[in-house]
């Protein structure tokens, strides 16, 4: 059976998570393998507008509004939007996709929900900046910020800005790949 490649970026504000997800992307499609971006939130910022009337802003106010809501489904079913994102993904008219990049892993329990498909190989990455953005929300500090734990792969990213987050994706991408086909 072959497997998926689902690939779980997490990071905090502003230290291009989803900029690395694009770069890797693209080096996926460009390797011909059928690859899209997907996050978790997706559903989250739907039904923010479509329910509640957000406009659309990720300013404090905004952030802050989509924090507690995700909460706040977190406290009925804790799984709620990684089996959403689920039922997106296999409702995209593209799958079954060889890879799937998630660009706003935030929580655990997130990376145990996909690795019980047994077509899912899940890799983990942790994108780092210098002077990264933080606040006291648990969704910005569920996961650990070093690789003490062995949990995920680091990148350092800023102050050296997109070019180098390119090439580092496009390294990555490689030694992913390659690691990936060891192990189907």
Avoid at 2 to 29: D, P, W
Avoid at 35 to 58: M, Q, T
Avoid at 105 to 110: C, D, I, L, Q, V
Wanted: with cysteine; proline share 3%; aromatic share 14%.
């Amino acid at each position: 059976m072959k497997k998926t490649m689902v690939v779980l970026v997490s990071g905090r504000i502003g230290s291009g998570k989803s900029t690395l997800a694009s770069f890797m992307n693209e080096y996926f499609v460009a390797e011909g393998y059928n690859s899209k971006v997907f996050n978790f939130a997706y559903s989250l910022k739907l039904i923010a507008k479509k329910v509640f009337g957000w406009d659309g802003e990720k300013d404090e106010k905004g952030r802050v509004f989509l924090q507690d809501l995700g909460k706040s489904v977190r406290k009925l079913n804790p799984d709620y939007w990684v089996q959403n994102t689920q039922m997106v993904i296999e409702n995209d008219k593209k799958y079954p996709f060889d890879v799937i990049i998630i660009d706003d892993w935030r929580y655990a329990n997130e990376v145990d929900v996909l690795a019980k498909d047994p077509i899912n190989i899940v890799y983990k990455l942790r994108v780092a900046c210098e002077k990264e953005k933080t606040d006291k929300h648990e969704s910005e500090n569920s996961l650990p910020d070093d690789n003490s734990t062995g949990y995920y792969f680091r990148f350092e990213t800023i102050p050296y800005g997109t070019d180098y987050l390119e090439a580092c994706a496009e390294l990555f991408c490689a030694d992913l790949l390659e690691e990936h086909l060891k192990g189907e």
